[in-house]
């Protein structure tokens, strides 16, 4: 299985996992055109974040998605793991394992103080997965302001 970068062409696919995502995690429907328009910004600007895609014989399996945050704290950036999907004929079969391993090199390599996630409370399937690769939760609250 190959591990790399999203490209442009991805795009679609990308946005297609989005909507999956959303509703098997979250159980809301999300709209395929912005989630079209809001892969290609991250695609076409590496300063919103990144894509990785695992991709088996042309077909792509599963991705996560990358934004940064910098701490002030430790005066390095923390890596957020987003968008995790992958597609139900690839699950347990480590794909997901093996984009997060591709992130904490490529973490390692960008001096990444850490990698965090948020996950649906509820999405107990997520949790497990994310338990079972040694993710540790952390003692944190996300509280938001809905602007639009």
């Given at each position: 299985m190959l591990i790399r970068l999203a490209e442009l062409k991805d795009v679609?696919?990308?946005a297609k996992n989005n909507v999956m995502h959303a509703?098997?995690?979250e159980y809301i429907e999300i709209c395929f055109e912005k989630a079209i328009e809001g892969a290609k910004k991250v695609i076409e600007d590496i300063n919103k974040g990144f894509y990785l895609v695992a991709e088996e014989k042309g077909e792509v399996a599963g991705q996560l998605m990358i934004t940064y945050e910098w701490s002030d704290w430790?005066?390095?950036q923390i890596w957020w793991l987003q968008s995790i999907y992958v597609k139900k004929k690839?699950?347990?079969k480590g794909v997901m394992k093996l984009l997060i391993n591709e992130?904490?090199?490529m973490a390692l390599e960008n001096n990444v103080a850490m990698l965090r996630l948020y996950v649906y409370k509820n999405n107990e399937n997520a949790i497990n997965a994310?338990?079972?690769?040694?993710l540790?939760?952390?003692p944190y609250f996300i509280y938001e302001i809905k602007l639009q």
């Amino acid at each position: 299985m190959l591990i790399r970068l999203a490209e442009l062409k991805d795009v679609e696919k990308s946005a297609k996992n989005n909507v999956m995502h959303a509703e098997e995690s979250e159980y809301i429907e999300i709209c395929f055109e912005k989630a079209i328009e809001g892969a290609k910004k991250v695609i076409e600007d590496i300063n919103k974040g990144f894509y990785l895609v695992a991709e088996e014989k042309g077909e792509v399996a599963g991705q996560l998605m990358i934004t940064y945050e910098w701490s002030d704290w430790r005066a390095k950036q923390i890596w957020w793991l987003q968008s995790i999907y992958v597609k139900k004929k690839y699950r347990r079969k480590g794909v997901m394992k093996l984009l997060i391993n591709e992130v904490i090199k490529m973490a390692l390599e960008n001096n990444v103080a850490m990698l965090r996630l948020y996950v649906y409370k509820n999405n107990e399937n997520a949790i497990n997965a994310y338990e079972k690769i040694d993710l540790k939760k952390a003692p944190y609250f996300i509280y938001e302001i809905k602007l639009q």
